[in-house]
């Protein structure tokens, strides 16, 4: 039996394809709970501390909806600039401390691996919101679940990734959790921003499509999930690099007028420029709705790895 009780959330290939369909399942059983206006209480007494240092509006909030509406209570550090940590404390003592006070903890953090010594540091679970260009697991979660709500299914479809795939830690969570699946992926990246190969080569070698190349045009028929990422502004050295790649690619409601009818259009938000608003309209445009999802999702997370 898939269990998660007590354990960290740091990577998206941590998870078995059981440990995933109960996520799935335990997600469903929340969102339709919040559509019938029920009051829960599964996580009356506990307290979780999110811990941001790095900016986020969507994965923090959603978190802290996901508490609030369990019944549980929620500490926040919203901005590093207000935390110790500019006084330069390690992340080693924060985590020590906040052990104190909180019963799990989620951490986004500018490091790649930053969660992983979070979670050394403490017995509490700890949730990765994201660590530099590093992983975004509780993100691919809300990002599969999006998939089945919208297409029914995820086995067999054409999953185009475009954007920023070489910094964007969603794209790195979501090709390592999709691997499961069977899915067939095309990555769509200006050259200098492909995907770590790496990670392509961990999917080959689990037998799975990779199609790769900077022609988001010639992907967009053949396309199930299209899913826009925007151009990590925050982890490029040169200013001038950033400007050039900055508006590679912006899909426009022309565009798609040879996309599949079927065709879903996520992004994990914020977006700057890769989506035109007149996309907004379209049946398949489904980034608030994904965005939305991030409650469910968190609530199921937070539930299940609640201490038994
Ligand atoms: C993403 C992130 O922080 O990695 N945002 C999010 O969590 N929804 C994507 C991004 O910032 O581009």
Known sequence: MARLSSKDVLRADQFSVDEVALIMETARGFADALARGDVLDRMRGKILSTLFYEPSTRTRLSFEAAMERLGGKVVSVAEAKSSSAAKGESLHDTIKTVEGYADVIVLRHPQ?????????ATHRPVLNAGDGAGQHPTQSLLDLYTILEEQGR???????LVGDLKHGRTVHSLADLLAN?????????????????????????????????????????????LYMTRIQRERFE?????????????????MLEPAKDSITIMHPL???????????????AAYFRQAANGVPVRMA????????
């Open 112 to 120: 790649i691996g930053a969660a992983a010594e979070a979670a050394d």
């Open 154 to 160: 995820v086995e067999g479809l054409t999953v185009t």
């Open 181 to 225: 699946y069977g899915v067939c992926f095309r990555f769509v990246a200006p050259d200098a921003l492909r995907m770590p190969s790496e990670i392509v080569e961990r999917l080959r070698a689990k037998g799975i499509t990779v199609d790769e190349s900077s022609d988001l045009a010639a992907a967009i028929p053949e396309t199930d999930v």
């Open 238 to 254: 040169d200013p001038a690099e950033y400007d050039r790649l900055k508006d590679a690619f912006v899909l426009t409601r022309a």
């Open 270 to 284: 914020p977006r700057v420029n890769e989506i035109a608003t007149d996309v907004d309209g379209l049946p398949g």
């Open 301 to 308: 997370l937070l539930s299940l790895v609640k201490r038994e």
